[in-house]
């Protein structure tokens, strides 16, 4: 069953524009508004774990990055199922 992260990941990315990301602290403020900063290393972690799924791509300045080597800001894009 899917985490309360990632359920939210999908959600806030998928609501987006097909070219749109969503920020990890945007996800992490509506989960944890009091403390959300506490939190980024659960949402990144979380991210990471849907990209590898094929749910979600990680990007950092608009380009897909290799996850192993993650350094600095990134967004979130959700990938459409396929029909």
């Known amino acids: ?17 097909p ?6 602290s945007e996800i992490a ?4 508004p009091d403390d959300w ?7 990144r972690n979380e991210a990471i774990k849907l990209q590898e799924a094929g749910e979600v791509q990680i990007t ?3 380009k897909a990055v290799d996850v192993e080597h993650l ?3 990134v967004r979130i894009k959700f990938i459409s199922p396929q029909s």
């Open 1 to 17: 069953m899917p985490s309360k992260i990632s359920q939210t990941i999908l959600k806030m990315a998928s609501q987006r524009a």
């Open 71 to 73: 350094k600095g800001p």
């Open 37 to 43: 900063r506490k939190h980024m290393a659960d949402i």
């Open 29 to 32: 403020r509506a989960l944890f």
């Open 60 to 62: 950092q300045k608009g």
């Open 19 to 24: 070219d749109k990301t969503v920020c990890p």
